[in-house]
C-alpha cells in the first residue's frame, strides 16, 4: 500500500485538485442550491408518473400515459437492475451533487486519456482542463442536456483504453474500454455516442495503415479482437437498452414515416430541414478562438457602457435611460441560428497549442485528429454547407436519425487538444533540437497572434456583423421610428457595438496566446522547471476557459430547491381535475404557449401533448394534421380527454377548467367496423367521424377482425376497473363478440391483451388506438406491456456484466503482478 501511495500520490492530488476546482466553479451546491435546468425540469414533467408509481411499488413501469396519450418510457426512464453500469452511473450521482459529478467526471476522464497519452501529470491536467471546460461542455449543463454531457464524459476514457489496447495492454485496455463504454451506452444519448463510433473508426483506419506499412499487421488484429470483445461486452451489458430503443425508434419519429408529405416519398429518419435545424455556420468557427466574435448566444445583450446605439439614440433626443433599456433589446448575436445557447470556445491556448501541433507532430495521430476533425466541422455546417452533409444524411447508416448537426463539433474540441497537448509534450522532452522547436513555436506564434492582430486591426476584412435577416430589423426599425435614416443610423451603431465586442474578446485571446508563448519559451529555455512551468499553464488555461463558461453557466444558473418545487405545484385548475378519481382520463391544457408541445401538464395530468425528441411517429403524425389548424374534437372524444385547461382572464384568474360531457371513456363497443386502403385512407377518415359508432381499421388487420366474425350488442358494457401504466383491467360484458376500441395508444412491440388469462388478438383502429374483438359473455380483459426486448435484454445484460466484472478483476490481479517485485 506504502508503495502504491508513493507511485500515485501526485495523481491523487490532481484528483483532489479537480474535484476543488468543480466545487468551486459550482460553489451555489454547497449552499444547498441547485441548478435551474429548464430540459431538466421538462424531464421531470415527462418521468412524473413513471416516478410515482416506482414511489408507491419500488419499480418503474415501463410505460406511461402521462404524454402524448402514452408511450414506452424507454426513452424517459427505465430500471435495468441487471446492467452492472447502472450501478456506476448510480454511484457518481449519490457521491457527488449534481452536476459537480458531470465536471469531475470531464477532468478524470480526460486525464486518464492525456496520462495514457505519456503526458506529464500537470502537463494532462492542463490538457484535461482545457478539453472539460470548452464552453460547449458548459452550455450543455446549464441547458439541462444532463445525459448528453453525461455521455461526452466518458468519451476521452474510451479512448484511453481503446489507445492502451493498440499498444499491447490488450486485457487491461480491453477491459477499460468495455467499462467506459457500457457506461457511455447507459447514459443513453446515442448520438454522442455515434459521433464517437465514427471517430474511432477513422482511428483505427489509421492504425491499419501503420500497421499495414510497418508490416504489423499481426499484432493489429489482435488489439482489434480484443476490442471487439471489449465492444460486445459493452453492448451486451447495455442490451435491454440498446434493443428497447432500437425497437422504439423504428416506430418513432426517428423511423419510417407512414405518411407522405406533399409531392415527396415517404421518408425514413429525421426530416432534414428539422435535422439541419441547428448547423453551425461557416464563418461561426471563429468562436473556437474568439469565444463572443459573432455576439455570443441569442439572449446575450449588448454592453450599455460605451454603446454606439445608446450614443445615436442620445443624439436623436432619447432620454438616456431609455436609450439604456432600448439597446438591451438588440441582438448581440448575429449568425444564422434562430436560438443559442453560446459560442464553441475550446480556448486561444489551445488553438495556438493546435497550430503548434501542426509543425511539431508528423504521425499518425495528428492525420487522425485533423481529418476527423475537419470531417465532422463539415458536418456541424449541415445546412449552410450541405455536399457533405448531405452524403452522410442521405447514405450513412443512421446519421439521419440525428438532429442538431452543430453537435458534432464536440468531437474537434476533444481532438484538438490532444494535438497541441502532444506537440507541447514533444516539444519538452528533450527529445527535438531545441532551436528547431523554438522556430517553430514562433511560427504557431505568428500565425495565431498574427490573426488575431489583423482580425482586431480591420474585423470587417472577414466579416460584416450583420446576419441575413439584418435588412427585416431595419425595416422594423424603420416602422418603430417612423424615420428610414434613422433607422439605418441604429442599425450601423449596432454593428459598431459588434464589432466592439468581437474586438474585445479578440484582445483577451491575444492576451492568454502571448502569456501562454510566453511561459512555453520560459519552459524551452529552461529559465523555469518544467513542473512548475506545466502547472502555472495550467491555471492560465483555467483562467481562460473558465471565464468564458461563466458567462454561461454562473452563479445566477442556481436557485433555491424550493424554487424548483413551485415548478411542480398545482394552479386551482390542476386542484380541481385531480378532484376526479375517475381512471385514467386525459387533459388538453390550452392555456400553455404551445399545448400540444409542452410537457409541464404532465406533472398533473394524462396529457395528449408532450415534449419528446423521439415521439412515437403514428401519434405525431395525427397531431400534424389533426391539430394543424384546429382542434379536432372527435380525435380528442376517442382519446377520452375528458378536461380541457383554458385561459380566462375575464373572470379575474389565469385558467379555468371545462368538462368535455363527449369524451368516449376508457373502452367502447362500436357498431360499424370500416376497413380502409393505407395510411392515408385510415388518417383522412379520421378527420371527421363519430368514434362512438365507427372505426377504421387498415387492411392489414381485416383478416384478423374476420376470423371473429363481431356483431354488435347495444346493451354491452366494457369499463376500466383497474389501472397501472403497465397493466390495465377491464371489466365487460356482451352477448355477441364484438369489437372494443380502447383509448389507449397502439404499440405492437410489448403490448399483449388477455381474456380471462388467455391471449387474444388485438390490432389497430382510429390511426393511432388499440382495438380487438371479444368473445361474447361476461369476462375480464386484460391489456400488459411485456416486451421482450426489455426482459430478453435484461437477460443477456447480466451475463455480460459478469463477463466484464470478471475482465476488469483479471486485468486488476495481472497488473499487480507485473508490478510486484518478485524476492
Same mark, same amino acid.
Given at each position: 500500500m506504502k508503495?502504491w501511495?508513493?507511485?500515485?500520490y501526485?495523481?491523487?492530488?490532481?484528483?483532489?485538485?479537480?474535484?476543488t476546482?468543480s466545487l468551486?466553479y459550482?460553489?451555489?451546491?454547497?449552499?444547498?442550491?441547485?441548478?435551474?435546468q429548464?430540459?431538466?425540469?421538462?424531464?421531470?414533467?415527462?418521468?412524473k408518473?413513471?416516478?410515482?408509481?416506482?414511489?408507491?411499488?419500488?419499480?418503474?413501469?415501463l410505460?406511461?400515459?402521462?404524454?402524448?396519450?402514452? #408511450?414506452p418510457?424507454f426513452?424517459?426512464?427505465?430500471?435495468?437492475? +441487471?446492467?452492472v453500469?447502472s450501478y456506476v452511473v448510480?454511484?457518481?450521482?449519490?457521491?457527488?451533487?449534481?452536476?459537480v459529478?458531470?465536471?469531475? $467526471?470531464?477532468?478524470a476522464?480526460?486525464?486518464?486519456?492525456?496520462?495514457?497519452?505519456g503526458l506529464?501529470?500537470?502537463?494532462?491536467?492542463?490538457?484535461?482542463i482545457?478539453?472539460?471546460?470548452?464552453?460547449?461542455?458548459?452550455?450543455?449543463?446549464?441547458a439541462?442536456?444532463?445525459n448528453?454531457?453525461?455521455?461526452?464524459?466518458f468519451?476521452a476514457?474510451?479512448?484511453?483504453?481503446?489507445?492502451?489496447?493498440?499498444r499491447?495492454?490488450?486485457?487491461?485496455?480491453?477491459?477499460?474500454t468495455?467499462l467506459?463504454?457500457a457506461?457511455e451506452?447507459?447514459?443513453?444519448?446515442?448520438q454522442?455516442?455515434?459521433?464517437l463510433?465514427?471517430?474511432i473508426?477513422?482511428?483505427v483506419g489509421f492504425?491499419?495503415?501503420h500497421?499495414?506499412?510497418?508490416?504489423?499487421?499481426?499484432?493489429?488484429?489482435?488489439?482489434?479482437?480484443?476490442?471487439a470483445?471489449?465492444?460486445?461486452v459493452?453492448?451486451?451489458v447495455?442490451?435491454?437498452?440498446l434493443?428497447?430503443?432500437?425497437e422504439?425508434?423504428k416506430e418513432?419519429?426517428?423511423?419510417?414515416a407512414n405518411?407522405?408529405?406533399?409531392?415527396q416519398?415517404?421518408?425514413?429518419?429525421?426530416?432534414?430541414?428539422?435535422?439541419?435545424?441547428?448547423?453551425?455556420?461557416?464563418?461561426?468557427?471563429?468562436? @473556437? $478562438?474568439?469565444?463572443?466574435?459573432?455576439?455570443g448566444?441569442?439572449s446575450?445583450?449588448?454592453?450599455?457602457?460605451?454603446?454606439?446605439?445608446?450614443?445615436?439614440?442620445?443624439?436623436n433626443?432619447q432620454p438616456?435611460?431609455?436609450?439604456?433599456?432600448?439597446?438591451?433589446?438588440?441582438p448581440s448575436?448575429?449568425g444564422?441560428?434562430?436560438t443559442?445557447?453560446?459560442?464553441?470556445y475550446?480556448?486561444?491556448?489551445?488553438? @495556438?497549442?493546435a497550430? @503548434?501541433?501542426?509543425?511539431?507532430?508528423?504521425?499518425?495521430?495528428?492525420?487522425?485528429?485533423?481529418?476527423?476533425s475537419f470531417?465532422?466541422?463539415?458536418l456541424?455546417?449541415g445546412?449552410?454547407?450541405p455536399?457533405?452533409?448531405d452524403l452522410?444524411?442521405?447514405?450513412?447508416?443512421?446519421?439521419n436519425?440525428?438532429?442538431s448537426v452543430?453537435?458534432?463539433l464536440?468531437i474537434?474540441?476533444?481532438?484538438?487538444?490532444?494535438?497541441?497537448f502532444?506537440?507541447?509534450k514533444?516539444a519538452?522532452?528533450?527529445?527535438?533540437?531545441?532551436?528547431?522547436?523554438?522556430?517553430?513555436l514562433?511560427?504557431s506564434?505568428?500565425?495565431?497572434?498574427?490573426?488575431?492582430v489583423?482580425?482586431?486591426a480591420?474585423?470587417?476584412?472577414?466579416?460584416?456583423?450583420?446576419?441575413?435577416?439584418h435588412?427585416?430589423?431595419?425595416?422594423?426599425?424603420?416602422?418603430?421610428?417612423?424615420?428610414?435614416?434613422?433607422a439605418?443610423?441604429i442599425?450601423n451603431?449596432?454593428?459598431?457595438?459588434?464589432i466592439?465586442?468581437?474586438?474585445a474578446?479578440?484582445?483577451?485571446?491575444?492576451a @492568454?496566446?502571448l502569456?501562454?508563448?510566453?511561459? =512555453?519559451?520560459?519552459?524551452l529555455k529552461?529559465?523555469?522547471?518544467?513542473?512548475?512551468?506545466?502547472?502555472?499553464?495550467s491555471?492560465?488555461?483555467l483562467?481562460?476557459?473558465?471565464?468564458?463558461?461563466?458567462?454561461?453557466?454562473?452563479?445566477?444558473s442556481?436557485?433555491?430547491?424550493?424554487l424548483?418545487?413551485?415548478?411542480f +405545484?398545482?394552479?386551482?385548475?390542476?386542484?380541481l381535475?385531480?378532484a376526479?378519481?375517475?381512471?385514467?382520463?386525459?387533459? $388538453?391544457?390550452?392555456?400553455?404557449?404551445?399545448?400540444?408541445?409542452?410537457? +409541464?401538464p404532465?406533472?398533473f395530468?394524462k396529457?395528449?401533448?408532450?415534449?419528446?425528441s423521439a415521439?412515437l411517429q403514428?401519434?405525431?403524425e #395525427?397531431?400534424?394534421?389533426?391539430f394543424?389548424?384546429?382542434?379536432n374534437?372527435?380525435?380528442?372524444?376517442m382519446?377520452?380527454t375528458?378536461?380541457?385547461?383554458?385561459?380566462d382572464t375575464a373572470q379575474?384568474?389565469?385558467?379555468?377548467?371545462?368538462?368535455?360531457?363527449?369524451a368516449?371513456?376508457?373502452?367502447?363497443f362500436?357498431p360499424q367496423?370500416?376497413?380502409?386502403?393505407?395510411a392515408?385512407?385510415?388518417?383522412?377518415a379520421?378527420?371527421?367521424?363519430?368514434?362512438?359508432?365507427?372505426?377504421?381499421i387498415?387492411?392489414?388487420?381485416?383478416s384478423r377482425?374476420?376470423?371473429?366474425k363481431p356483431?354488435?350488442d347495444?346493451? +354491452?358494457?366494457?369499463?376500466?376497473?383497474?389501472y397501472?401504466?403497465d397493466?390495465l383491467?377491464?371489466?365487460?360484458?356482451?352477448?355477441?363478440?364484438?369489437?372494443?376500441?380502447?383509448?389507449?395508444i397502439?404499440y405492437?412491440?410489448?403490448?399483449?391483451?388477455?381474456v380471462?388469462q388467455?391471449? =387474444?388478438?388485438?390490432?389497430?383502429?382510429?390511426?393511432?388506438?388499440?382495438?380487438a374483438?371479444?368473445?361474447a359473455?361476461?369476462?375480464?380483459?386484460?391489456?400488459?406491456?411485456?416486451?421482450?426486448?426489455?426482459?430478453?435484454?435484461?437477460?443477456?445484460?447480466?451475463?455480460?456484466?459478469?463477463?466484464?466484472?470478471g475482465?476488469?478483476?483479471?486485468?486488476l490481479?495481472?497488473?499487480?503482478?507485473?508490478?510486484?517485485p518478485?524476492?
Amino acid at each position: 500500500m506504502k508503495n502504491w501511495l508513493q507511485k500515485n500520490y501526485l495523481h491523487l492530488i490532481i484528483m483532489a485538485f479537480f474535484l476543488t476546482i468543480s466545487l468551486i466553479y459550482l460553489s451555489p451546491v454547497l449552499q444547498h442550491k441547485v441548478l435551474y435546468q429548464g430540459d431538466v425540469v421538462e424531464a421531470q414533467a415527462m418521468s412524473k408518473e413513471i416516478m410515482e408509481v416506482k414511489a408507491e411499488t419500488g419499480k418503474g413501469p415501463l410505460w406511461t400515459n402521462s404524454m402524448f396519450g402514452g #408511450m414506452p418510457a424507454f426513452q424517459i426512464w427505465v430500471q435495468y437492475p +441487471s446492467n452492472v453500469s447502472s450501478y456506476v452511473v448510480s454511484f457518481f450521482k449519490t457521491v457527488f451533487p449534481n452536476p459537480v459529478d458531470t465536471v469531475f $467526471l470531464y477532468l478524470a476522464g480526460a486525464y486518464l486519456l492525456f496520462s495514457v497519452l505519456g503526458l506529464r501529470p500537470w502537463l494532462a491536467a492542463g490538457a484535461a482542463i482545457a478539453f472539460s471546460f470548452s464552453s460547449f461542455n458548459f452550455i450543455l449543463i446549464q441547458a439541462g442536456h444532463s445525459n448528453q454531457a453525461f455521455a461526452i464524459a466518458f468519451f476521452a476514457p474510451i479512448l484511453a483504453g481503446i489507445i492502451l489496447t493498440l499498444r499491447g495492454k490488450h486485457l487491461l485496455g480491453a477491459s477499460l474500454t468495455a467499462l467506459f463504454l457500457a457506461v457511455e451506452i447507459r447514459a443513453n444519448h446515442i448520438q454522442m455516442t455515434y459521433y464517437l463510433f465514427i471517430a474511432i473508426l477513422i482511428l483505427v483506419g489509421f492504425e491499419l495503415y501503420h500497421a499495414i506499412q510497418s508490416k504489423t499487421t499481426q499484432s493489429f488484429f489482435k488489439s482489434i479482437s480484443y476490442l471487439a470483445a471489449a465492444a460486445i461486452v459493452a453492448i451486451g451489458v447495455n442490451a435491454g437498452t440498446l434493443w428497447t430503443t432500437y425497437e422504439y425508434g423504428k416506430e418513432s419519429i426517428r423511423g419510417k414515416a407512414n405518411l407522405s408529405k406533399a409531392n415527396q416519398p415517404v421518408q425514413d429518419g429525421l426530416d432534414k430541414e428539422y435535422a439541419y435545424y441547428w448547423s453551425q455556420g461557416v464563418g461561426e468557427m471563429i468562436t @473556437f $478562438l474568439i469565444p463572443d466574435a459573432y455576439g455570443g448566444s441569442t439572449s446575450t445583450q449588448i454592453p450599455v457602457k460605451g454603446s454606439e446605439v445608446v450614443k445615436t439614440l442620445v443624439e436623436n433626443g432619447q432620454p438616456q435611460d431609455r436609450a439604456e433599456d432600448f439597446v438591451k433589446q438588440m441582438p448581440s448575436y448575429w449568425g444564422e441560428k434562430s436560438t443559442t445557447s453560446g459560442p464553441w470556445y475550446i480556448g486561444a491556448i489551445v488553438c @495556438f497549442l493546435a497550430v @503548434f501541433g501542426l509543425f511539431m507532430i508528423d504521425d499518425k495521430i495528428k492525420w487522425w485528429v485533423l481529418s476527423a476533425s475537419f470531417l465532422f466541422m463539415f458536418l456541424s455546417f449541415g445546412k449552410h454547407f450541405p455536399l457533405i452533409s448531405d452524403l452522410f444524411f442521405d447514405y450513412f447508416p443512421l446519421y439521419n436519425k440525428f438532429r442538431s448537426v452543430e453537435f458534432t463539433l464536440i468531437i474537434p474540441c476533444l481532438l484538438l487538444p490532444i494535438l497541441g497537448f502532444l506537440a507541447l509534450k514533444k516539444a519538452t522532452d528533450g527529445a527535438e533540437d531545441v532551436q528547431k522547436t523554438q522556430k517553430k513555436l514562433l511560427n504557431s506564434l505568428y500565425i495565431t497572434g498574427g490573426f488575431l492582430v489583423l482580425f482586431l486591426a480591420l474585423p470587417t476584412l472577414f466579416y460584416s456583423f450583420t446576419a441575413s435577416s439584418h435588412p427585416q430589423l431595419i425595416q422594423k426599425l424603420n416602422e418603430v421610428t417612423g424615420n428610414a435614416t434613422f433607422a439605418e443610423q441604429i442599425g450601423n451603431a449596432l454593428v459598431k457595438d459588434r464589432i466592439s465586442v468581437a474586438r474585445a474578446d479578440a484582445f483577451r485571446s491575444l492576451a @492568454f496566446v502571448l502569456i501562454a508563448a510566453g511561459l =512555453i519559451w520560459l519552459i524551452l529555455k529552461k529559465k523555469i522547471g518544467q513542473t512548475i512551468g506545466f502547472m502555472v499553464l495550467s491555471l492560465v488555461i483555467l483562467i481562460d476557459v473558465w471565464g468564458i463558461d461563466k458567462r454561461y453557466l454562473n452563479d445566477n444558473s442556481f436557485v433555491d430547491a424550493e424554487l424548483i418545487a413551485t415548478q411542480f +405545484s398545482p394552479r386551482a385548475a390542476d386542484k380541481l381535475i385531480k378532484a376526479d378519481k375517475s381512471l385514467d382520463y386525459r387533459v $388538453l391544457d390550452l392555456s400553455r404557449d404551445n399545448p400540444l408541445g409542452d410537457a +409541464s401538464p404532465s406533472i398533473f395530468h394524462k396529457s395528449i401533448g408532450g415534449r419528446h425528441s423521439a415521439r412515437l411517429q403514428r401519434y405525431q403524425e #395525427m397531431l400534424d394534421r389533426q391539430f394543424n389548424k384546429t382542434i379536432n374534437e372527435p380525435i380528442l372524444d376517442m382519446l377520452n380527454t375528458k378536461y380541457l385547461i383554458v385561459p380566462d382572464t375575464a373572470q379575474g384568474i389565469s385558467e379555468k377548467v371545462v368538462q368535455r360531457p363527449t369524451a368516449n371513456g376508457n373502452a367502447w363497443f362500436v357498431p360499424q367496423i370500416n376497413f380502409v386502403r393505407n395510411a392515408e385512407e385510415e388518417m383522412n377518415a379520421i378527420t371527421s367521424f363519430d368514434p362512438k359508432k365507427d372505426a377504421f381499421i387498415h387492411q392489414d388487420f381485416q383478416s384478423r377482425v374476420n376470423q371473429q366474425k363481431p356483431g354488435f350488442d347495444p346493451q +354491452s358494457e366494457i369499463k376500466l376497473i383497474s389501472y397501472h401504466p403497465d397493466n390495465l383491467v377491464y371489466r365487460y360484458q356482451t352477448d355477441k363478440a364484438a369489437m372494443a376500441v380502447f383509448a389507449e395508444i397502439w404499440y405492437s412491440k410489448g403490448w399483449k391483451a388477455y381474456v380471462d388469462q388467455q391471449e =387474444i388478438p388485438y390490432f389497430r383502429a382510429n390511426y393511432i388506438l388499440r382495438a380487438a374483438v371479444l368473445p361474447a359473455g361476461k369476462h375480464e380483459l386484460v391489456f400488459k406491456f411485456e416486451p421482450n426486448s426489455y426482459y430478453w435484454g435484461e437477460r443477456i445484460s447480466l451475463i455480460a456484466s459478469i463477463l466484464l466484472i470478471g475482465s476488469l478483476i483479471a486485468a486488476l490481479v495481472l497488473s499487480i503482478k507485473k508490478t510486484t517485485p518478485t524476492a
